[in-house]
């Protein structure tokens, strides 16, 4: 059985070869185990390796515009795990954990070529993590306690924000901030912000800020988050360079999709601003002033549920249907979690949506599928589990869960908090396993 795996896997790595000839050798510099601190581990790193940061507290400082290209991991993702477990970084600095990593030129995310920070418990500082002309993924970390922005997004950055709890801002920032300055480059910019739950923060869960005014090459998937309880709107736009969220918004010219957002309790509403936003299947719950406000322009909106805040929309371009009746949520409770404002029975949003898949498919990411005749509107599908890091093997594929299964049986247990984090395997892949043989 062990020769077999053996040939398994070096048929896997010959496929590999055949298909991409640029092979990455990446290393795992495992703190403390091997380094006593982060930074000692990022002192010694090279674009592509990770840094693997065992369960513990640790203060932490990565600021400067740190222009590695790395994996900075949890050993366990703080969304789904114990407390014990958690990997905690108390900021030591301001701006904690900033990068200036470009995307390189073929404008596609390859391990090896922008930085990942997956898995944290981070406490403090203005901004926590900052993209300053970079390039990379924030996913699955819980962030906290921030002044400023618990997410940071300048220059020509190209942002996956996934899978993370932002909450408790403590002055005058934002869940994510992004300023869209000029980009020179081609092809458009893909920011993606997905499965968040952004709660409680001073002033809007997501700000985007236009620097130019004009039509920069960037679009926005914003999809399945729960913005709950912030001091301002859900989604706020301005214009010239000014952070200072207002009433009016601005009409920002950037395609954005909003679609399957769940937005709850904020002060000033769900919406403000936008000259080019789709924006379906969301819900928009008890929200203080407006729902949608100044969605114009482009814009258009409709298979949305809108219940109980003093206005549903003003200004906005709205389309039929629409559902205007209590969602009947379950799990209320706070602080949320990922089961948090799920859908009850005979909700009136169950098969209520619109098929929105080539909108995922568009910036290369799965649809999350559906039960019954149509999706449900909100960001969970009724009957619908807390998301994993795991992404779903593709039957009749060698896929990810097959590695890790040649990995146990080949390399060990201790191997076991290895995965991938984009759910492909590619030449980083590859080489770790060469690198164990």
Known sequence: MRNLQVLLIFFFLSIIFLIRPRLILASTLRVPLDYPSIET?????????????????????????????????????????????????????????????????DGIFQQGDHVEFIGFVLNGSDDAFSYEVASGIVRDNIISGQSDDQVDIDGASEAYVIGNIFKDGTSGGDGIENRLHTVSRDPILRMIFRNNIIYNDKKDAIQLIDETGNLTPRKYLIANNLFINNGQAGIGTMGGGVSNQDETGFPLPELIYVINNTFVGNSWGGIIGGANMKVHNNIFYNNGKVDLKNVAGNSVASHNLFFG???????????????????????????????????????????????????????????????????????????STPPSSSPTPTPGQFTITDLKVLLAGYLGPQNQSYFPLDGKINMLDAGFVMARL
Request: proline share 9%.
């Open 309 to 383: 805040s003093a206005t549903d929309y003003v200004n906005s371009n709205i389309q039929s249907p629409n559902v205007f009746a209590d969602p009947n949520f379950i799990n209320t409770s706070l602080p949320p979690n990922f089961e948090s404002f799920l859908l009850g029975a005979g909700s009136p949003a169950v098969d209520a949506g619109m098929v929105v898949n080539s909108i995922y498919t568009e910036f290369g990411v799965t649809p999350p599928g559906f039960q019954g005749n149509a999706p449900d509107l909100g960001w969970k599908e009724s009957g």
């Open 41 to 105: 581990a990022y002192d010694v790193a090279v674009h592509g390796d990770e840094i693997l940061v065992s369960p513990g507290t640790y203060l932490v400082c990565l600021s400067g515009n740190r222009n590695k290209r790395i994996v900075l991991r949890a050993q366990f993702p703080a969304t789904t795990s114990p407390t014990n477990q958690r990997s905690i970084l108390n900021s030591n600095c301001s701006h904690v954990i900033q990068f200036s990593t470009p995307l390189d030129g």
